[in-house]
């Protein structure tokens, strides 16, 4: 899950042309891009594109970005698109991981009514974009069996604020989005989950976007939300691990298997211990190699 693509869902051809992006995940909105006027329509639209997706054969994981819990309006997102089997439910302005609870008894009641398998839909929450959620960004652990990841978003973080901008002149995240950022890695490795990183605006700032890319990747996310279909190449290679580092986490890997029960390993001269395991193994999972 390297690339996940937004794509308002209330244009058949935009998703269509997502579909071609190469994106690991189709972001199917029926939030932030879709009018309160057209939102009836454009859950239809996300409806028709999953089942003809899934007929085509081969498609991305496809996920769908519902309104918000307190909006009156996720019920009926809900009930549109369920149906069609999305691979999971994006939640934005979760508030604690007890909203990712209220919204798996929601899935779980329409998993049943469309004879789907129970906790085959999986949830991706956006856990920072009200000031309120980031005190609470340790409660996700635990919260439920379907969170997938946690992402953040400084946009509506930074309208929460009352902020005039969320980066400085220099074009880096001020201080209360550095702080969402990081606790968004926290929680998330609290969690036990992928931590996703937000997108970035400026989609025709290809340097920009490799560079933040980069840094995300250095800090411990694992992909990153994307706004344009020619973002999704560069958050791919970024997020691709070389076949230098999948060689290297390979070897530490088999040097724990050899040595079962030891808390520290040599290679190269080098002492490896537990963390090291850990990171080799979310190298691998990252390359496929690992489930």
Same mark, same amino acid.
């Given at each position: 899950?390297?690339?996940?693509?937004?794509?308002?869902?209330?244009?058949?051809?935009?998703?269509?042309?997502?579909?071609?992006?190469?994106?690991?995940?189709?972001?199917?909105?029926?939030?932030?891009?879709?009018?309160?006027?057209?939102?009836?329509?454009?859950?239809?639209?996300?409806?028709?594109?999953?089942?003809?997706?899934?007929?085509?054969?081969?498609?991305?994981?496809?996920?769908?970005?519902?309104?918000?819990?307190?909006?009156?309006?996720?019920?009926?997102?809900?009930?549109?698109?369920?149906?069609?089997?999305?691979?999971?439910?994006?939640?934005?302005?979760?508030?604690?991981?007890?909203?990712?609870?209220?919204?798996?008894?929601?899935?779980?009641?329409?998993?049943?009514?469309?004879?789907?398998?129970?906790?085959?839909?999986?949830?991706?929450?956006?856990?920072?974009?009200?000031?309120?959620?980031?005190?609470?960004?340790?409660?996700?652990?635990?919260?439920?069996?379907?969170?997938?990841?946690?992402?953040?978003?400084?946009?509506?973080?930074?309208?929460?604020?009352?902020?005039?901008?969320?980066?400085?002149?220099?074009?880096?995240?001020?201080?209360?989005?550095?702080?969402?950022?990081?606790?968004?890695?926290?929680?998330?490795?609290? +969690?036990? %989950?992928?931590? =996703?990183?937000? &997108? #970035? $605006?400026?989609?025709?700032?290809?340097? *920009?976007?490799? !560079?933040?890319?980069?840094?995300?990747?250095?800090?411990?996310?694992?992909?990153?939300?994307?706004?344009?279909? +020619?973002? %999704?190449?560069? =958050?791919?290679? &970024? #997020? $691709?691990?070389?076949?230098?580092?999948? *060689?290297?986490? !390979?070897?530490?890997?088999?040097?724990?298997?050899?040595?079962?029960?030891?808390?520290?390993?040599?290679?190269?001269?080098?002492?490896?211990?537990?963390?090291?395991?850990?990171?080799?193994?979310?190298?691998?999972?990252?390359?496929?190699?690992?489930?």
């Amino acid at each position: 899950m390297r690339s996940l693509l937004f794509v308002p869902g209330d244009s058949p051809a935009k998703i269509a042309k997502a579909a071609r992006s190469g994106a690991d995940v189709l972001l199917l909105d029926l939030e932030d891009s879709v009018a309160l006027s057209a939102k009836a329509d454009a859950r239809a639209v996300v409806r028709d594109a999953i089942l003809a997706m899934r007929s085509e054969g081969a498609a991305p994981k496809l996920y769908v970005r519902i309104n918000a819990l307190d909006t009156g309006l996720s019920d009926d997102d809900l009930d549109a698109v369920m149906p069609a089997a999305p691979d999971g439910i994006m939640l934005p302005k979760s508030a604690s991981g007890t909203d990712v609870q209220h919204l798996g008894v929601k899935l779980a009641v329409r998993e049943a009514e469309a004879g789907l398998a129970d906790g085959a839909t999986r949830i991706i929450a956006i856990a920072t974009e009200t000031a309120a959620a980031l005190f609470a960004m340790g409660t996700y652990r635990g919260a439920s069996p379907r969170l997938e990841a946690l992402t953040w978003g400084a946009e509506d973080l930074s309208a929460d604020l009352g902020a005039e901008t969320n980066r400085n002149e220099a074009g880096d995240y001020t201080d209360p989005y550095r702080l969402a950022r990081a606790l968004t890695i926290a929680g998330a490795s609290a +969690a036990e %989950v992928l931590a =996703i990183d937000t &997108v #970035f $605006t400026a989609y025709r700032d290809e340097d *920009a976007l490799r !560079r933040e890319c980069e840094a995300a990747r250095r800090d411990g996310f694992g992909g990153k939300m994307a706004i344009h279909p +020619a973002q %999704v190449p560069i =958050i791919n290679a &970024v #997020f $691709t691990p070389s076949d230098e580092a999948v *060689a290297h986490a !390979r070897r530490i890997v088999e040097a724990f298997e050899a040595a079962p029960g030891s808390g520290v390993v040599g290679i190269d001269g080098q002492m490896i211990d537990r963390p090291h395991l850990r990171r080799a193994e979310r190298i691998l999972a990252r390359a496929g190699l690992v489930r």
